[in-house]
């Protein structure tokens, strides 16, 4: 082999490499300067058109614009001022990673969200929400005239083409209701744990008159499932009462809560 023919041989493999890294770069530069658009047909097409963006401006990197979510029964809740910014390092991960923050005038919050071929996984969350906005996506909750403070809080929780798994926390403090004249009602904390096929929760009083527990379960197919009681403290049955007829029959005290296949998904 000639010198110029020995030169030649990684010469060739390092144009290899050249090309291959600048075709890398520019399908970065294609994602980094596509259109908002893009990642709304991304976001509906893998939900099934459960959630979809409206009203998106920026880019697919960095940008805002009008959450929207459909419930079992069609109906399109939307949530306003929501702002994301793309994590590229999640990229090496086979990851499409993004930070979103809401500010929402009954909900505002964030979370780190990323989708890959294995699934979707939300991660750093905290979110707050007005109780009192709950019964626009709950409709049962409407007749409580609930009011108070529901934040939501996890640190990693996956929706993985295997099932659900991680954690979540759900606190609602300050609560109270127009049919009760005690203020607070007390305060109450549900955990939420991904096991499998569906996700399971256990709700528990942390202090108050109003004392509520009970476990229950969600799947796409099954819905939302609980079965718990409320109670009043000893020094607050009178006063309670008319609340705790909402909740079903007095069975010595103890007034049953039961709900089964709430919001079913059929992705």
Do not use: C
């Not at 409580?144 to 993985?160: K, M, Q, V």
């Amino acid at each position: 082999m000639t010198h110029t023919a020995a030169l030649g041989a990684p010469l060739t493999r390092i144009g290899w490499r050249m090309a291959l890294l600048a075709s890398l770069l520019y399908v970065a530069f294609l994602i980094i300067s596509a259109p908002a658009a893009v990642l709304v047909w991304a976001i509906t097409a893998a939900t099934g058109r459960v959630v979809s963006l409206e009203r998106a401006q920026g880019r697919i990197w960095n940008g805002q614009g009008t959450l929207v979510v459909a419930d079992q029964s069609r109906v399109f809740h939307r949530v306003t001022q929501l702002r994301w910014d793309w994590l590229p390092a999640r990229m090496m991960a086979g990851e499409l990673a993004l930070r979103i923050e809401v500010e929402d005038p009954r909900l505002h919050g964030g979370a780190r969200v990323a989708y890959s071929r294995e699934g979707a996984h939300a991660s750093d969350g905290a979110f707050h929400i007005e109780t009192s906005a709950l019964a626009k996506y709950v409709p049962q909750l409407l007749p409580a005239g609930l009011t108070g403070d529901l934040s939501i809080r996890t640190e990693e929780f996956a929706l993985r083409n295997d099932g659900y798994s991680g954690a979540a926390t759900i606190e609602m403090r300050n609560v109270a209701s127009v049919h009760s004249s005690v203020h607070p009602l007390g305060e109450y904390r549900a955990l939420v744990v991904g096991a499998g096929e569906q996700v399971e929760f256990r709700v528990d009083t942390l202090n108050g008159a109003l004392l509520v527990e009970g476990r229950g379960t969600w799947s796409r197919g099954s819905g939302l499932n609980f079965a718990g009681s409320a109670r009043a403290a000893s020094t607050h049955k009178t006063a309670l009462t008319p609340l705790l007829r909402f909740f079903g029959p007095d069975l010595g005290g103890e007034y049953p809560i039961r709900v089964s296949g709430l919001y079913q998904l059929a992705l």
